[in-house]
Nanobody, 126 residues
Framework: QAQLVESGGGLVQAGGSLRLSCTASGGTFRNSNIGWFRQAPGKERVFVAAIRLNSRHTYYAESVKGRFTISRDNAKNTVYLQMDSLTPDDTAVYYC???????????????????WGQGTQVVVSS
């Protein structure tokens, strides 16, 4: 029933910031793992960040640690990805994904997520 709706992508200069949003439309995240993944042109999709909604523990790819922050707003049923100090290497289509009832060992593995958003484009210029 739930659908993941993403927003916040766009064009930004290197060193700038963007905040991506992922909202569960027509449902709630409940006990899900929520992950952010990205796919650069000509590259495979890779893990970026994730949050376990029950505990609010967060997990990050090494390439974004210290620059990206994932969080949840319970009242809005929305997960955010705050992206700071962006570089051209961050240019990609960003996807949010949901794994209802997901376990900790699955949180970085996109193949185990059940639902995916449509993707939102992020372009970082030099």
């Amino acid at each position: 029933q739930a659908q993941l709706v993403e927003s916040g992508g766009g064009l930004v200069q290197a060193g700038g910031s963007l905040r991506l949003s992922c909202t569960a439309s027509g449902g709630t995240f409940r006990n899900s793992n929520i992950g952010w993944f990205r796919q650069a042109p000509g590259k495979e999709r890779v893990f970026v960040a994730a949050i376990r909604l029950n505990s609010r523990h967060t997990y990050y790819a090494e390439s974004v640690k210290g620059r990206f922050t994932i969080s949840r707003d319970n009242a809005k049923n929305t997960v955010y990805l705050q992206m700071d100090s962006l570089t051209p290497d961050d240019t990609a289509v960003y996807y949010c994904a949901s794994d209802p009832g997901g376990i900790l060992s699955s949180i970085r593995n996109g193949a185990l997520y059940d639902y995916w958003g449509q993707g939102t484009q992020v372009v970082v210029s030099s």
